[in-house]
């Protein structure tokens, strides 16, 4: 079974920063793209950042680019999301995700964030306080 496990979720002021870990099993990690995903009260969910490992990119929502940084431990088959100065507006339920065929094209998708991701994980929950 393909399973996703987030954590590192909490409260922090703005300004701070939080390391979120998705622990991935049931798979070979590397075969797929792994991203994060957020939904905020009251909005949909929208995509953070993505990792392919197929071409070694990464994406990010413009909302964070240069405050969040996606990275892995391949040998631990976990990704995280390093989230610096952080904002009031990054106030979500975090999701990682996984897909075993976005890797190879999502360079050409014009929305990686609405791709349909095929394993979903429960999510950690962020608060970030003004």
């Known amino acids: 079974d393909v399973q996703l496990q987030a954590s590192g979720g909490g409260l922090v002021q703005a300004g701070g920063s939080l390391r979120l870990s998705c622990v991935a099993s049931?798979?070979?990690?590397?075969?797929?793209?792994i991203g994060w995903f957020r939904q905020a009260p009251g909005k949909e969910r929208e995509g953070v950042s993505l990792v392919t490992f197929s071409d070694g990119r990464e994406y990010y929502a413009h909302s964070v680019e240069g405050r969040f940084t996606i990275s892995s431990d391949n040998a631990k088959n976990t990704v995280y999301l390093q989230m610096n100065n952080l904002k009031p507006e990054d106030t979500a339920v975090y999701y990682c995700?996984?897909?075993?065929?976005?890797?190879?094209?999502?360079?050409?998708?014009?929305?990686?964030?609405?791709?349909?991701?095929?394993?979903w994980g429960k999510g950690t929950l962020v608060t970030v306080s003004s």
């Open positions: 995700a996984a897909d075993p065929d976005l890797g190879p094209i999502a360079h050409l998708l014009d929305h990686w964030d609405r791709y349909a991701m095929d394993y």
């Open positions: 049931g798979f070979t990690f590397t075969d797929y793209a």
